[in-house]
């Protein structure tokens, strides 16, 4: 493909912008394989650089004789106007936009064409993470889990790592036959060790047991080897009883308990990935609409039924956590394919129970691990956020719910996470569009086919520069070793204000606050020290008084 194809209309003259906030500018309009560019001579700080992915909607308007207006909403949720005298090139600017924006192939996407300028961390992102460092962390203290290489060639299960943590006492080939037994390959996997309890919990695609209601030894073999000695676990379905019947009807379903005695099933009802389209919608709609009034705004608020959905994830992951640290008890999560709202619930135990996911290198580790080597499928699920009218096939803005349940906890524990908002809305943006590789293709056997860790740079090399993450560290945080129960009560639940109403002037300010937050404890820093460096001094000079 030849990206001049789609550019019709590659220079456009006199072409006004307006910024929010802002008055108009003229100035040249560009469309580039990759961005919009916007620059006016006479006043270089309205220059506009906007990746093609970055854009979330077109609004085409024609104006009386040959004027047009397009605006455009991004994925951040910052709104673009731009003036055109000429009709046919506004049509063609927003063709081009809206066709290079949802390219199918990866390698054709910026990271494979960026090249940062300065040098970046001298840890290498590519290789921060893997399977054998994952294992060395969570697994050391036990003798009952392995790394198997199954999955080398991707065959066992495409969507999988080409290794994973399973039970020392299962074979290669029970995992194969497992596979054969769980959708898409999914078999049963190690996501999290509890070391304080010793149990773990795992992750699988739904079984399929087709309409005979077929059994497999070696799966049942696979989840067992998880239990402790005449100890039961817990299956949790992220769907809802109805749901999980509806499956069963077409081959699919829960574990029989006929064949799995050892193990209840317990059912949550977090909404299908194609239900959240709706929802970001009507809670965007409401959010871009400066001129509601409180109650309507609040009833849009309402009727999107987001908080809904992050009450549902929040409360599936605090019952989980429950079972794993208070009752000691193994959990299988799954729901359909076991994408989605398993990976939403067994990464947010890990951010309950784990302290070290709380932390800047440990919540990137957490991603790595539960989101792109568990195979997300990231280039899919986010083409779109779910705002513009236009769906396409497996859109769904999961991984942002995900992020919006981790900013609830951080709310509520604000001194126990590294990071602060700032770190997450980075995340949240780079998923949806970027100049690095690491949030690029569905999974790992699609990565490694188009060479992506020796043509892109990581996210994680360019994050962890000092200059980088430091706007992003959480000024108030003390390491706390212990697990964070958050609240999932109504009541404690908000909106991600830093995020959907980043661009309103009021929320703006905010900054200023966290700025003076910042101001104060780098003093009171300071002050500590000293007051030790005091402490000291006095200590020598009792010494030598005493010395005398």
Not at 458 to 487: C, D, G, H, K, T
Request: aromatic content about 10%.
């Amino acid at each position: 493909m030849e990206f001049v194809e789609y550019i019709k209309s590659p220079r456009i003259e006199k072409v006004l912008l307006k910024r929010r906030h802002g008055t108009k500018v003229e100035g040249t309009l560009c469309v580039t394989g990759h961005h919009l560019i916007f620059s006016s001579r006479t006043q270089h700080e309205e220059e506009l650089f906007l990746l093609h992915s970055a854009v979330e909607s077109i609004e085409k308007k024609i104006l009386s004789g040959e004027q047009a207006i397009l605006t455009i909403c991004c994925k951040n949720f910052d709104l673009v106007k731009l003036e055109f005298s000429n009709t046919e090139e506004a049509l063609n600017v927003a063709s081009s936009i809206e066709d290079l924006s949802v390219i199918d192939d990866s390698s054709l996407k910026y990271p494979f064409f960026y090249r940062h300028l300065q040098s970046l961390s001298e840890e290498d992102g590519w290789d921060m993470f893997s399977t054998d460092i994952e294992f060395s962390m969570m697994c050391t203290s036990t003798q009952n889990w392995r790394i198997s290489h199954v999955n080398r060639d991707y065959k066992t299960c495409p969507s999988y790592p080409s290794s994973v943590i399973v039970p020392a006492t299962v074979t290669d080939e029970d995992i194969k036959a497992s596979a054969q037994f769980r959708q898409g390959g999914r078999f049963p996997v190690l996501s999290y060790f509890h070391k304080p309890t010793g149990v773990a919990v795992l992750r699988s695609g739904q079984p399929v047991l087709g309409l005979g209601n077929r059994r497999c030894k070696d799966d049942e073999k696979l989840i067992n080897a998880a239990l402790k000695e005449k100890k039961k676990g817990i299956i949790v379905d992220t769907r809802s009883q109805a749901a999980t019947i509806n499956s069963r009807s077409k081959g699919g379903g829960i574990e029989p308990e006929s064949n799995y005695p050892q193990w209840k099933r317990v059912n949550h009802n977090i909404e299908k990935y194609s239900a959240l389209n709706d929802s970001i919608a009507k809670l965007v709609e409401g959010a871009l609409d400066h001129h509601l009034s409180m109650n309507s705004w609040l009833s849009k608020l309402e009727s999107s039924g987001w908080l809904d959905h992050v009450q549902a994830v929040l409360s599936s992951a605090h019952f989980v956590a429950t079972c794993v640290d208070k009752q000691g008890v193994p959990v299988l999560v799954h729901g359909d394919a076991g994408y989605d709202a398993t990976l939403q619930v067994t990464s947010l135990v890990q951010v309950i129970l784990e302290p070290n996911c709380r932390t800047v290198k440990g919540f990137q580790g957490l991603i790595d691990r539960e989101w792109l080597r568990a195979g997300y499928p990231f280039a899919t699920r986010c083409i779109k956020v779910g705002v513009s009218p236009i769906r396409y096939k497996g859109q769904g803005p999961c991984f942002l719910l995900f992020l919006e349940c981790v900013w609830q906890i951080y709310q509520q524990f604000p001194c126990s996470f590294q990071f602060n908002d700032k770190f997450l809305q980075f995340l949240y943006q780079h998923s949806y569009y970027s100049q690095f590789g690491t949030f690029l293709c569905n999974n790992e056997f699609e990565r490694a086919a188009i060479k992506l860790k020796k043509k892109t740079i990581s996210l994680w090399s360019f994050i962890n520069q000092r200059e980088v993450i430091a706007p992003m560290l959480n000024s108030m945080y003390e390491m706390n070793v212990s697990a964070i129960w958050p609240s999932v009560s109504s009541q404690s639940l908000s909106l991600w204000s830093g995020l959907f109403l980043k661009w309103q002037k009021s929320h703006r300010n905010g900054d200023f606050f966290w700025e003076e937050v910042r101001r104060i404890q780098n003093n009171n820093k300071e002050l500590k020290h000293k007051a030790v460096s005091l402490r000291k001094e006095f200590a020598q000079l009792q010494a030598s008084l005493f010395g005398r």
